[in-house]
């Protein structure tokens, strides 16, 4: 089973940046990723008012397979793995950060995803001296 980290943020279907818990009281259609452009699913949690969105395995785009979201840190993944024991609905968080990328020189804070060169593979994280 793939395990996808929650996002809290999508571009809604007129492309317009939007949170989960807006979502809940104007819903659209489709969702995108803010980063990638993969389709997404929301999850509206009406119950709980914790609403996110999450990746699906058939509307990963061409970079979607380079996404924070997509491919979580593997220290997340094992300690998600772990508190699933005694949460079964658990999912990775995506860190934020701030980032350079060697590839194209491009600085930025936010998830480890260039959207210069559409990975977070060359990014190395930036730290504050």
């Given at each position: 089973?793939?395990?996808?980290?929650?996002?809290?943020?999508?571009?809604?279907?007129?492309?317009?940046?939007?949170?989960?818990?807006?979502?809940?009281?104007?819903?659209?259609d489709r969702y995108t990723?803010?980063?990638?452009?993969?389709?997404?699913?929301?999850?509206?949690?009406?119950?709980?008012?914790?609403?996110?969105?999450?990746?699906?395995?058939?509307?990963?785009?061409?970079?979607?397979?380079?996404?924070?979201?997509?491919?979580?840190?593997?220290?997340?993944?094992?300690?998600?793995?772990?508190?699933?024991?005694?949460?079964?609905?658990?999912?990775?968080?995506?860190?934020?950060?701030?980032?350079?990328?060697?590839?194209?020189?491009?600085?930025y804070y936010g998830e480890?995803?260039?959207?210069?060169?559409?990975?977070?593979?060359?990014?190395?994280?930036?730290?504050?001296?």
């Amino acid at each position: 089973m793939t395990m996808y980290a929650k996002s809290f943020l999508a571009l809604d279907g007129n492309g317009r940046l939007t949170g989960a818990r807006t979502a809940q009281t104007a819903p659209y259609d489709r969702y995108t990723c803010h980063l990638c452009g993969s389709a997404l699913r929301y999850h509206p949690q009406y119950d709980t008012e914790r609403p996110w969105f999450e990746h699906t395995d058939d509307g990963l785009t061409e970079h979607g397979h380079e996404c924070p979201y997509v491919r979580p840190e593997r220290r997340e993944i094992l300690l998600i793995k772990r508190l699933r024991q005694f949460v079964p609905d658990a999912l990775p968080v995506v860190r934020k950060a701030s980032w350079h990328c060697r590839q194209c020189h491009h600085d930025y804070y936010g998830e480890q995803y260039c959207t210069h060169c559409h990975t977070g593979r060359f990014s190395e994280e930036v730290v504050a001296e």
